[in-house]
Nanobody, 114 residues
Framework: QVQLVESGGGLVQAGGSLRLSCKASGRIDSFASMGWYRQAPGDRRELVASMSSNDIPVYAESAEGRFTISRDNAKNTVYLQMNSLKPEDTAVYYC????????WGQGTQVTVTS
């Protein structure tokens, strides 16, 4: 089992920044990928950014150039630095861990006001 604890969401004005953190604990696999997804009301959950175990990032087009994913393997933590936030970034952001099994965090709300 793997537990994921997210933090860092909140309320911010458009153009502002937030940094999300997700710490994994439990039975961690060294080859696991970790990433961030988001889900706005009425929408499907979508990829924001992910990072493989060898630190190769993948970004959604909407995140490219504004968001940066990073990973501290020693701390089993993945971060998402979000800059130049827009109202359309408003969503619940979920951390995802993927190895033999996929685990999800509980989600953290990000609200961007115009």
């Amino acid at each position: 089992q793997v537990q994921l604890v997210e933090s860092g969401g909140g309320l911010v004005q458009a153009g502002g920044s937030l940094r999300l953190s997700c710490k994994a604990s439990g039975r961690i696999d060294s080859f696991a990928s970790m990433g961030w997804y988001r889900q706005a009301p009425g929408d499907r959950r979508e990829l924001v950014a992910s990072m493989s175990s060898n630190d190769i990032p993948v970004y959604a087009e909407s995140a490219e150039g504004r968001f940066t994913i990073s990973r501290d393997n020693a701390k089993n933590t993945v971060y998402l630095q979000m800059n130049s936030l827009k109202p359309e970034d408003t969503a619940v952001y979920y951390c995802r861990y993927s190895a033999y099994t996929v685990y999800w965090g509980q989600g953290t709300q990000v609200t961007v006001t115009s």
